[in-house]
């Protein structure tokens, strides 16, 4: 068991990232890093998570720090196992047939959060709930076994860009900002967690992702009140987003837009030219990346399919053409 030190904060990083091997001895000084307070970015099976002790307050605000993330923003709780997951929250019955015959692959549950559990209320932005998850990736696994205790960890990602799939992607965007990356190579899914909540005693949707939902479960994956309260991780309106505009359902590019294909709409790159929902997943924040580091300008999508994991892939692709900083390129062109 690694013990923690909750005097160290943000103002102790190195200079240097450490990128680290996802072997047995890079996991071991990945939870070593963690339990002295310090950032470490570690692949799931989804995308890459940047990793804080979530007991310890001083190294869950760095994470806010580090991604320039605002606090009232709530982070996810990546636990080793069901057991793990129960010491920190109740699980109302309508939550217990999502998990009864293990935690599937790419769900985060919003669950009640018990009150001994120790977990810093920044990680809940003060709610009375907790998102939490148990990853099946192999490195996660192994991370949080030899850490010996649950991590906070959001995407590993500056705040409102494209999450990372690769180490290189966490390196470019939080590079000397956090203490080391584990490298674990490519994301499988290429795409977050699917966020499930409870109201009135039945599930609701608050973020589609990985995890496919039938289509008869309601869904609130847009901020809860007309306040903007946040009660999930992924519900801002501009989130994952390149550092171009991005324009959805184009069939044809513009004059100086790059084009996403999918199917048989070509383009300049294609998501999946077979017209494979699951490529495109794991290819769409890949391709945003290769995007930003070309410099491209303008990014125009072909029409996705809007069922089973073409819901999650709308969904980022919404976020990512939602206006920033008084720029709605969607506007410009309808």
Not at 156 to 161: E, I, M
Request: no cysteine; proline share 7%.
């Amino acid at each position: 068991m690694v013990s923690r030190n909750q005097n160290v904060t943000s103002r102790d990083m190195p200079e240097e990232t450490e990128r680290l091997a996802a072997d047995e001895t890079g996991i071991a000084r990945a939870a070593e890093l963690l339990a002295r307070g310090l950032l470490v970015a570690f692949p799931t099976e989804t995308v890459y998570g940047l990793g804080a002790d979530a007991r310890n307050g001083l190294a869950v605000a760095a994470i806010y720090e580090a991604k320039g993330r605002p606090s009232f923003n709530p982070l996810i709780t990546h636990v080793s196992d069901m057991n793990r997951a129960r010491e920190i929250a109740t699980f109302p019955e309508a939550a217990l047939p999502f998990v009864r015959n293990g935690w599937p692959v790419g769900l985060t549950l919003v669950v009640p959060l018990r009150e001994w559990s120790g977990i810093s209320s920044l990680v809940t932005a003060g709610q009375s709930t907790v998102a939490l998850r148990v990853p099946v990736s192999p490195v996660a696994q192994g991370l949080l076994k030899a850490f010996n205790g649950p991590i906070a960890a959001p995407s590993a990602n500056p705040s409102g860009r494209i999450s990372s799939t690769t180490a290189d992607h966490v390196m470019t965007g939080l590079g000397g900002r956090i203490a080391a990356v584990l490298d674990g190579g490519m994301a499988a899914a290429g795409l977050e967690s699917t966020i499930i909540g409870f109201r009135d005693k039945q599930p609701v949707v608050l973020r589609e992702g990985a995890f496919v939902v039938p289509d008869g479960v309601p869904r609130l994956t847009s901020p809860a009140d007309a306040s903007g309260r946040v009660e999930s991780p992924g519900q801002l309106a501009s989130h994952y987003a390149p550092s171009g505009l991005v324009r959805m359902n184009a069939r044809v590019a513009a004059p100086g837009e790059w084009h996403l294909g999918f199917g048989e709409i070509k383009g300049n790159a294609s998501l999946s030219q077979d017209g494979d929902l699951r490529e495109a997943a794991s290819r769409l924040f890949a391709l945003f990346h290769e995007a930003d580091a070309e410099g491209v300008e303008r990014i125009a999508v072909a029409p996705i399919p809007d069922h089973d994991l073409g819901r999650a892939i709308n969904d980022r692709l919404r976020r990512a053409a939602a206006p920033r900083h008084g720029r709605d390129f969607e506007g410009q062109l309808r």
